[in-house]
């Protein structure tokens, strides 16, 4: 019995040894790892930004610091990059910036937010050039900011206008028996579509076509601004194809320079005086901006300005970098609205919606806020349908022209695999004690009744989000009524009828929190900070995330789009009100 014992403890203690062992080295890593990686700062510099690791406005972090340490997250955001490009027009060591081959997951918001960034530091009298082997149209859209373009003698420029693309479901669910009982409210509410139909409706065509063209004259208007071509000629470019070579995009002057890599190089060296046989001094994006967030300057003032970023899905639980949650919401809320150093608070939202419920709980929590101290929003990429809930009530609400808004609808999805059970010789049987006891089971027949009652509280959670946008907006109920229906509005067209009050990206929400609350002198302190364990941290590591990638790669990228559609809106629980389609700009 004792060997037993001896034998078992040998084990535990081998197995704890062990973890201690691969916890320690995680750890040391994380301390040391990145800090030979960050280059130093030399003088007439020029910094390299390729963004293609950086996808949020906010990288996140933990209430605990010790899980930082172990999160995969980069500790850097693109509000951060943005902040440094501000600072480098104005450090005498910069000297110019350089996009070289950008291949970054950024929206179109935020590329917009970034030009901008790259257009002041642009008027500090620095240059921008770009170079690229090939330009994605969302790419261009951002390199067409530079002072020169560079396209490699064997590339391509896409410039051919927008589209979005979207599936149908309908056949595939009479085909397999596993269909989708949709309950909405909103002519405009597509997202359920796909499952009641095999092709649009003229409806979601109208409303698609709207905001693509809305978008298109916002991104035309910015090239043509930057490259001084009519916006006649870019329609005629992206129509013909015109710019399809690297000729052709010269021809029409949307590029500079047919050149290799090598004299794009010469060119900078030229503009820094370098001599040709030298090379000269740069420094990653990533790398500046981490010295800027780690050696910033704090301001006198004890004003702060709090930015709560809400990003990605809206669902339940506390949240993360990638989804807005309850939990973390309030919580940053409160923690914002009690702090007596925060004047006021700036709502950060990139989001396409979500869970119904948890929409209204954060925008409960802005309503208490707003009473206290001021709220402006910003809008991201998205602020649609659950995403516009949160920012309703808000003292003002900033939107880029090609924000995605609106969208104010309500709908709820419910598998039912009956017609399946059917063919595969199943038969569910239910015994109940009164007539609506039952809850719904997707192995039998939806019930008129049960349809009834839940198309009931979806009519309730729409008049309720609709009531809420007409007392934030100071509207009728029938106005926005009449906009809404699920109904999506880019961001200049939200301006004209009433649902944002000024075009702008987030510093200038910033300054207007500024305004609000009467403070000149600030600084900015970011949210949320998010309350995660070991396991919640540990699950993003590759080798847990290793079964996504195995899939991927047996059954194809595309398949594997259409395998996470359909498990997207499986997942989805209650009542939703989210965008009614994915747009994907290349």
């Not at 009728?476 to 509005?489: E, N, P």
């Not at 944002?500 to 403070?519: F, M, P, Q, W, Y």
């Not at 949320?528 to 919640?536: A, G, I, L, R, S």
Request: aromatic residues 10%; glycine residues 6%.
């Amino acid at each position: 019995m004792k060997f037993l014992s001896n034998v078992i403890a040998t084990v535990v203690g081998l197995f704890v040894f062990i973890m201690l062992f691969f916890f320690g080295i995680i750890f040391i890593a994380a301390i040391f790892g990145g800090e030979s990686e960050t280059e130093s700062l030399k003088d007439n510099s020029v910094i390299e930004l390729n963004l293609e690791d950086i996808q949020h406005d906010y990288a996140g972090k933990y209430k605990d610091p010790w899980m930082s340490l172990f999160s995969e997250e980069k500790n850097m955001g693109l509000s951060d990059v943005i902040n440094a490009i501000d600072v480098a027009s104005i450090d005498d060591n910069i000297k110019g910036i350089s996009i070289l081959n950008n291949n970054s997951q950024l929206g179109m918001a935020q590329s917009k937010d970034l030009r901008n960034a790259l257009e002041n530091f642009k008027k500090s009298g620095k240059f921008v050039m770009a170079y690229a082997n090939t330009y994605s149209q969302k790419e261009y859209y951002l390199n067409s900011v530079a002072n020169s373009i560079y396209l490699n003698p064997v590339g391509e420029l896409d410039f051919k206008g927008l589209s979005s693309e979207i599936m149908f479901f309908k056949d595939l669910q009479e085909k397999t028996g596993v269909k989708m009982e949709v309950l909405r409210h909103g002519k405009y509410k597509s997202a359920v579509e796909p499952f009641l139909e095999d092709k649009m409706s003229d409806a979601n065509r109208e409303q698609t076509t709207v905001l693509l063209t809305n978008i298109w004259n916002s991104v035309a208007a910015d090239i043509s601004k930057s490259r001084n071509i009519s916006i006649t000629k870019l329609n005629e470019i992206a129509t013909g194809l015109l710019a399809r070579t690297p000729e052709m995009a010269k021809k029409v002057k949307l590029i500079d320079h047919i050149a290799y890599e090598d004299v794009y190089h010469n060119d900078i060296k030229k503009a820094l005086k370098v001599s040709a046989d030298k090379d000269y001094n740069k420094i990653a994006i990533t790398d500046y901006t981490n010295k800027m967030i780690t050696t910033s300057i704090i301001t006198e003032s004890d004003d702060k300005i709090a930015i709560i970023y809400a990003q990605g899905e809206i669902q339940s639980g506390e949240g993360d970098v990638n989804t807005i949650g309850e939990g973390s919401m309030r919580r940053s809320l409160q923690e914002a609205r009690k702090d007596k150093k925060v004047k006021a608070i700036v709502l950060r939202i990139d989001s396409p919606g979500g869970n119904a419920l948890t929409s209204d709980l954060i925008w409960r929590e802005v309503e208490l806020t707003k009473k206290v101290k001021p709220v402006v929003v910003s809008m991201g990429n998205y602020a649609a349908s659950g995403g516009y809930y949160i920012a309703c009530n808000a003292n003002t609400i900033f939107a880029q022209n090609n924000t995605i808004t609106g969208s104010i609808g309500v709908f709820g999805i419910l598998p039912n695999f009956s017609q399946l059970s059917q063919k595969t010789g199943i038969n569910t049987e239910q015994v109940k004690t009164h007539e609506n006891a039952a809850s719904y089971s997707p192995f039998v027949p939806i019930d008129e009744k049960f349809k009834a009652v839940t198309l009931e509280s979806i009519e309730h959670i729409y008049k309720t989000f609709v009531h809420h946008v007409a007392e934030g907006r100071k509207m009728s109920f029938s106005a926005v009524d009449s906009i809404a229906q699920g109904r999506v509005w880019s961001g200049s067209e939200a301006l004209k009828i009433g649902l944002v009050d000024k075009i702008g990206g987030l510093n200038a929400a910033i300054v207007e929190a500024a305004r609000l609350s009467k403070t000149e002198n600030y600084s900015t302190q970011n949210y949320p900070e998010y309350e995660k364990d070991f396991d919640d941290v540990l699950s993003q590591f590759p080798f847990a995330s290793s079964k996504k990638n195995i899939i991927k790669e047996e059954i194809g990228a595309e398949n594997y789009q259409l395998l996470q559609q359909l498990k997207k809106f499986q997942s989805r629980k209650g009542v939703q009100a989210i965008l009614p389609f994915e747009i994907s700009i290349h």
